[in-house]
């Protein structure tokens, strides 16, 4: 296999209800995924925009975290709605 990658959905919920993340932890959660996909070689890690959520509305702080915490792995965007 040459490459082998993710697109994550992450945690959406509003962060009120019982067993929703708060913001910062559904972040600092997607950073760790990606830390841990890129210790056991997979290529690529993805993060889809939802401006209606969030934790989830603008992509770029998320890729800059996950691309300090990691060496190998690619990081990016699945989708960018355009709103």
Request: aromatic fraction near 10%; charged fraction near 15%.
């Amino acid at each position: 296999m040459k490459a082998f990658g993710f697109l994550s959905f992450g945690h959406y919920g509003h962060g009120t209800g019982p067993g929703d993340l708060d913001a910062g932890q559904a972040l600092k959660d997607a950073v760790e995924i990606a830390v841990g996909a890129d210790e056991i070689g997979v290529n690529g890690a993805y993060w889809r925009v939802h401006h209606f959520a969030r934790q989830a509305a603008s992509p770029f702080p998320l890729l800059a975290a996950a691309g300090a915490r990691t060496s190998r792995i690619e990081v990016g965007t699945g989708v960018i709605d355009m709103c």
